[in-house]
């Protein structure tokens, strides 16, 4: 083992002190924010959290086309707390407390007295980037813990010379493999900003091979899944590079950073910081990794908030950065004016980052102050997207279970459900059972693999499909119903129901041509 005695002789004193009270207050507003936000929203699930919903049911560990992290967190949430929003919505508002305190740790880690540690927690505290991401139950909260606490990890790692830490860094990295593998991403950065730095000599140790070793088996049942079901990450990322990562520009990446809040100047800050203030010179190796992060997704035209893991870090380097001033009065209106902004800017983006305004208001807000309205696919609707996708879903599933009560009761017993996408199969079992329903399937991602069922399908109720695409599968074709939500994304503004009868094949039969739609 390589270990060298602490360099934290070389930091200024007021890294010796972590001011705990201030990062605790910082966190109980964090979280006292996100858990008012959620009972006073008039909105509902998230198509995404549906999804979540039902790997977890649908549980297998070891063959899940998705990390299974969410699943499993969403079937413990389920278990102790039930189905309601407060009690599933606490597990990211929770992640969101952890990632303000991370961020003033971070800032203590580099050398940062109490105004760093203060402005990099507040920093998290107010971006929208962090608000959204702390609001659903999603692997987005996941992943941004995932990153941070690696490179926290690697900053400890380079004040100390400790090798052991590769150990914390493949931990952090295994824990974000069973999350995303956007994880990868940040592996790479610290391997590249390994190689361009004096801890390079680190790599001739055993211990960043065994921290790889522990990463990979930490997120084995990413990649045993994806061995097994013939990697259909390839089929998702084809799906997600044509039907959206298509409208993503590089200067569209870089200018969407901005609107993640004043933060990103502090991004910028961290960026000289790492240069000319001594304290952080050490730190380089963490610079190192968030710039390669920053060039890869940059050239492979990544979405924006992609890049926002890294931020955490950025935030409490920029920070230290604004602490080093040495001229007084420059020092001074630069560090107060930083906080202005962040929290000016927090307040006045509150509604992008937590769902608080009913739609009508949130339509004339977003409207007002130009905030992009445009789906993944480049579709213009009346409110952001995320917002879009938590309405109307419950009423979707109301409308099936008329159509499906007012079947014969011969017919019920038979009638297999099938929602078209992802968001309207999640919501019919999620649902479902509250309004009589079966459990449905679907032919979209992630729910082909769930499969077809044993009926054969002799009558089907579909919701999402037009009569027309039913027809060439069914002998009678019945446009039922058809809901209007105006307010919800493009797709499912006016859903129709159609009931079929009499399939030309069984489900069983058919379902193995209708895989690989991942929507």
């Given at each position: 083992m390589t270990q060298s005695t602490t360099n934290l002789?070389?930091?200024?004193?007021?890294?010796?002190?972590?001011?705990?009270?201030?990062?605790?207050?910082?966190?109980?507003?964090?979280?006292?924010?996100?858990?008012?936000?959620?009972?006073?929203?008039?909105?509902?699930?998230?198509?995404?959290?549906?999804?979540?919903?039902a790997m977890g049911r649908h549980l297998q560990l070891f063959r899940m086309d998705f990390p299974p992290a969410i699943a499993i967190l969403s079937e413990a949430v389920r278990g102790t707390l039930g189905d309601g929003l407060f009690g599933i919505r606490l597990v990211p508002a929770l992640c969101a407390t952890l990632l303000v305190l991370l961020a003033g740790l971070f800032a203590w880690m580099l050398g940062g007295g109490r105004y760093a540690q203060f402005l990099a927690g507040l920093a998290v505290l107010g971006s929208p980037l962090f608000m959204r991401a702390g609001n659903l139950f999603q692997p987005v909260v996941l992943d941004q813990v995932a990153w941070t606490l690696a490179l926290l990890a690697?900053?400890?790692?380079?004040?100390?010379?400790?090798?052991?830490?590769?150990?914390?860094?493949?931990?952090?990295?295994?824990f974000g493999l069973l999350a995303k593998f956007s994880i990868a991403f940040i592996g790479f950065g610290i391997f590249l900003a390994t190689l361009l730095t004096p801890q390079r000599r680190q790599l001739g140790t055993r211990w960043p091979w065994v921290g790889a070793a522990l990463a990979l088996a930490i997120g084995a049942p990413s990649i045993?899944?994806?061995?097994?079901?013939?990697f259909p990450i390839v089929l998702q990322m084809r799906g997600l590079s044509e039907s959206q990562l298509e409208h993503v520009s590089p200067l569209g990446f870089v200018m969407t950073q901005l609107l993640f809040g004043p933060g990103t100047l502090l991004a910028v800050a961290a960026a000289a910081g790492f240069v000319v203030v001594p304290a952080l010179r050490p730190f380089r190796i963490v610079g190192w990794a968030c710039l390669v992060v920053f060039l890869v997704l940059l050239g492979?035209?990544?979405?924006?908030?992609?890049f926002g893991p890294v931020y955490p870090a950025l935030y409490a380097a920029g920070a230290v950065t604004l602490e080093h001033i040495a001229r007084p009065r420059l020092g001074t209106a630069l560090r107060w004016g930083a906080i202005v902004l962040v929290v000016a800017f927090g307040l006045f983006s509150l509604p992008l980052g937590l769902p608080i305004l009913p739609p009508e208001a949130m339509a004339r807000y977003a409207g007002n102050i130009g905030a992009a309205r445009r789906n993944n696919q480049g579709q213009l609707g009346r409110l952001p997207q995320d917002y879009a996708d938590m309405l109307g879903w419950e009423e979707?599933?109301?409308?099936?279970?008329?159509?499906?009560h007012a079947l014969p009761a011969a017919e019920r017993g038979e009638v297999v459900i099938v929602g078209d996408n992802y968001g309207e199969a999640g919501a019919l079992e999620f649902y479902g059972p509250r309004y009589g329903l079966p459990a449905p399937i679907s032919p979209a991602g992630t729910y082909w693999q769930f499969g077809p069922g044993d009926k054969p399908g002799t009558v089907v109720i579909v919701l999402g499909e037009e009569p027309e695409s039913l027809r060439q599968h069914a002998d009678s074709v019945l446009l039922a119903a058809r809901v209007v939500n105006p307010w919800g994304v493009v797709e499912e503004q006016d859903?129709?129901?159609?009931?079929?009868?009499?399939?030309?094949?069984?489900?069983?039969?058919?379902?193995?041509?209708?895989g690989g739609r991942y929507r």
């Open positions: 002789d070389r930091l200024p004193p007021s890294s010796t002190v972590l001011h705990r009270h201030v990062l605790v207050a910082l966190a109980l507003a964090t979280l006292i924010l996100h858990v008012l936000a959620n009972l006073v929203s008039p909105y509902g699930f998230h198509r995404d959290e549906f999804l979540y919903f690697l900053a400890r790692l380079a004040a100390t010379g400790d090798s052991r830490w590769w150990l914390a860094i493949g931990a952090a990295c295994g045993v899944g994806q061995i097994r079901l013939d492979l035209r990544g979405k924006a908030y992609y979707e599933v109301r409308a099936v279970a008329r159509v499906y859903v129709p129901i159609v009931v079929g009868r009499r399939l030309n094949t069984t489900l069983q039969a058919l379902w193995p041509s209708l």
